[in-house]
């Protein structure tokens, strides 16, 4: 009979949740005691468990042997760093100066209603991550959001259904 509590990949490794902690402890284990290395173990960790809620930085700071605390202020600091799972892919509004003057809170306002989220939240399909940023270095194309790493210039609440719908449908 098979172990329905099990969850293996394609090559055979654990991903259950058990499996994915296991291997983050065993990874940062290897960092112990070197100095500087705890964005980096974070880095790991989030790359395998998808973000980093209590859990997993309970396991990092065990394993490195440091405070919680510090764990969480630098998860917390960094941009970089999620506690909450995160979409597919992640929308950046820009609300710098010139987006922002040219229309940049319209659009997030449009964007909160179209996937029913608040920014820094994720959509319940998991599909987007919604975020606002102060500048995305496209003043001249104001206002510009990006999805990913893909930039758009001059977007308006009319072209947003057009944008997200080629997220649904993968042809990005």
């Known amino acids: ?101 040219r229309g940049g809170r319209k659009i997030v306002e449009r964007l909160k209603e179209m996937l029913d989220v608040e920014i820094g939240d994720t959509t319940k399909d998991r599909k987007f991550t919604f975020e606002v940023a102060r500048c995305i270095g496209a003043c001249g194309l104001a206002p510009a959001m990006s999805i990913d790493d893909q930039v758009f210039k001059q977007v308006n609440p009319d072209k947003l259904e057009e944008i997200l719908e080629r997220y649904y449908n993968e042809e990005v």
């Open 1 to 101: 009979m098979k172990d329905e509590t099990k969850s293996t990949c394609c090559c055979g490794c654990d991903n259950s949740k058990e499996g994915l902690l296991k291997l983050i402890r065993e990874r940062a284990l290897e960092y112990r005691g070197k100095e500087g290395s705890l964005i980096q173990v974070l880095h790991m960790a989030q790359s395998l468990y998808g973000y980093l809620p209590l859990e997993v930085q309970q396991v990092v700071a065990e394993a490195l042997e440091v405070p919680l605390s510090e764990v969480s202020g630098v998860v917390t600091f960094y941009s970089f760093f999620s506690t909450q799972p995160r979409g597919e892919h992640t929308i950046r509004v820009c609300l710098g100066t010139a987006c922002y003057v």
